[in-house]
Nanobody, 120 residues
Framework: QVQLVESGGGLVQPGGSLRLSCAAS????????MGWYRQAPGKQRDLVAV???????NYADSVKGRFTISRDNAKNMVYLQMNSLKPEDTAVYYC??????????????WGQGTQVTVSS
């Protein structure tokens, strides 16, 4: 079991930067694949970035070169550094933890989200 709490969202102007944080508790953090997803009003929840236990990363095409995901296993934290923000980045951002079990089943945990608004 993992509990996730996001923070760091807010209002920022286009071209600005923001860093989101996700604090995890309840299990062995280093075993989980961690990710950030986002959901705009009326839209599906989409993957933004993911980082594995050995720190391999993947990004949505829309954020490549602008966003960076990182993790600090000693602190049970995952971060999303967002630079060159655009209005289309506006969404609720969710922290995700994924555990891949030895029997090939998958467990996902979600935070409650933090609002990011990019506007002039």
């Amino acid at each position: 079991q993992v509990q996730l709490v996001e923070s760091g969202g807010g209002l920022v102007q286009p071209g600005g930067s923001l860093r989101l944080s996700c604090a995890a508790s309840g299990s062995i953090f280093s075993r989980y694949v961690m990710g950030w997803y986002r959901q705009a009003p009326g839209k599906q929840r989409d993957l933004v970035a993911v980082i594995t236990s050995n720190e391999r990363t993947n990004y949505a095409d829309s954020v490549k070169g602008r966003f960076t995901i990182s993790r600090d296993n000693a602190k049970n934290m995952v971060y999303l550094q967002m630079n060159s923000l655009k209005p289309e980045d506006t969404a609720v951002y969710y922290c995700n933890a994924r555990l891949d079990r030895v029997d090939y089943t998958v467990i996902n945990y979600w935070g409650q989200g933090t609002q990011v608004t990019v506007s002039s």
